[in-house]
C-alpha cells in the first residue's frame, strides 16, 4: 500500500509551514556577495586586460598566466561571499531563536530593523478566546 502525500499546510518536524525560520534580512550583506562575485565574473572576461604577450612568468605568456591566477583569486572571491552569507544566515535565525526563547514569536513580514511584535497571525484575541463567529463548529 502507497504512504498517503502529506498535505503542504501538514506540519514538517514540529514546525508550522507559516511559522518563520529566519528574520529579516538585511540587503548589506547580499550587495557585498554580488559584488563579489560580478568581479571574479566581469574583470575576467575584459580582454583588452589581459590581450598581450608579455611580461612572461616561467616561460608563460602573460594571456595564460593572467587567467590562471583569476582561477585562484575566484576561488577567494566566492569563498568571502560564502562567509558574508552564512555569517547573515546565521545572524536571520538567531533572530528568530532568540524571539522564540523570549516566548514571542516574530511577525511573518517585517520590515528590516523592525521590531518584531510577538503577536501572532491567528484570530484569537488579546484575552486568547478564539475569535470564531460560530463558536468553534465546523
Given at each position: 500500500?502507497?504512504?498517503?502525500?502529506?498535505?503542504?499546510?501538514?506540519?514538517?518536524?514540529?514546525?508550522?509551514?507559516?511559522?518563520?525560520?529566519?528574520?529579516p534580512?538585511?540587503?548589506?550583506?547580499?550587495?557585498?556577495?554580488?559584488?563579489?562575485?560580478?568581479?571574479?565574473?566581469?574583470?575576467?572576461?575584459?580582454v583588452?586586460?589581459?590581450?598581450?604577450?608579455?611580461?612572461?612568468?616561467?616561460?608563460?605568456?602573460?594571456?595564460?598566466?593572467?587567467?590562471?591566477?583569476?582561477v585562484?583569486?575566484?576561488?577567494?572571491?566566492?569563498?568571502?561571499?560564502?562567509?558574508?552569507?552564512?555569517?547573515?544566515?546565521?545572524?536571520?535565525?538567531?533572530?528568530?531563536?532568540?524571539?522564540?526563547?523570549?516566548?514571542?514569536?516574530?511577525?511573518?513580514?517585517?520590515?528590516?530593523?523592525?521590531?518584531?511584535?510577538?503577536?501572532?497571525?491567528?484570530?484569537?484575541?488579546?484575552?486568547?478566546?478564539?475569535?470564531?463567529?460560530?463558536?468553534?463548529?465546523?
Amino acid at each position: 500500500m502507497p504512504h498517503p502525500v502529506p498535505s503542504p499546510d501538514a506540519p514538517r518536524h514540529g514546525v508550522r509551514p507559516d511559522t518563520p525560520v529566519r528574520g529579516p534580512a538585511r540587503p548589506g550583506p547580499y550587495a557585498v556577495a554580488g559584488v563579489l562575485i560580478a568581479i571574479g565574473i566581469v574583470l575576467p572576461l575584459v580582454v583588452p586586460i589581459y590581450a598581450r604577450h608579455d611580461p612572461e612568468l616561467a616561460g608563460m605568456p602573460f594571456f595564460y598566466w593572467y587567467q590562471l591566477l583569476w582561477v585562484f583569486i575566484d576561488a577567494g572571491l566566492l569563498y568571502v561571499a560564502y562567509v558574508v552569507m552564512m555569517k547573515e544566515d546565521r545572524r536571520r535565525r538567531a533572530v528568530v531563536r532568540d524571539q522564540a526563547a523570549q516566548g514571542g514569536r516574530p511577525a511573518r513580514h517585517a520590515a528590516p530593523g523592525a521590531e518584531a511584535t510577538g503577536a501572532s497571525d491567528d484570530a484569537s484575541g488579546a484575552d486568547g478566546v478564539d475569535g470564531d463567529q460560530d463558536g468553534g463548529a465546523r
